[in-house]
């Protein structure tokens, strides 16, 4: 299995942008899917974004598309979610989640690894 730590959350207004990072521990890295989930309090865990092994594919939530964008870098052991034009609905606890495949899933139960999670707070 993968070990994952998030990093780079905050307090932001709206309108504006953090970039999480998920650094990696673990020597598969580098050949499986990574994802993007968060949890606001009261909601169901939501599917945020999600990159195939090498960082060729990636696809989004319908309620990210288009604002934020996920990024992964094998040499470092790192992947990257870049949240752009936040709104307070983004208000949750992100996760990154590994696979254990090279393919894209938005399929929580095909995550095998989880990280601590990191909080994000938009302000209106």
């Known amino acids: 299995q993968v070990q994952l730590v998030e990093s780079g959350g905050g307090l932001v207004q709206a309108g504006g942008s953090l970039r999480l990072s998920c650094a990696a521990s673990?020597?598969?890295?580098?050949?499986?899917?990574m994802g993007w989930f968060r949890q606001a309090p009261e909601k169901e865990r939501e599917f945020v974004a999600a990159?195939?092994?090498?960082?060729?594919?990636?696809y989004y939530g319908d309620s990210v598309k288009g604002r934020f964008t996920t990024s992964r870098d094998n040499a470092k052991n790192t992947v990257y979610l870049q949240m752009n034009s936040l709104k307070p609905e983004d208000t949750a606890v992100y996760y990154c989640?590994?696979?254990?495949?090279?393919?894209?899933?938005?399929?929580?139960?095909?995550?095998?690894?989880w990280g601590q999670g990191t909080q994000v707070t938009v302000s209106s």
């Open positions: 989640a590994a696979t254990e495949t090279t393919w894209i899933t938005k399929n929580p139960a095909l995550f095998a690894s």
């Open positions: 673990g020597r598969t890295f580098s050949t499986v899917a």
């Open positions: 990159i195939n092994w090498n960082g060729g594919s990636t």
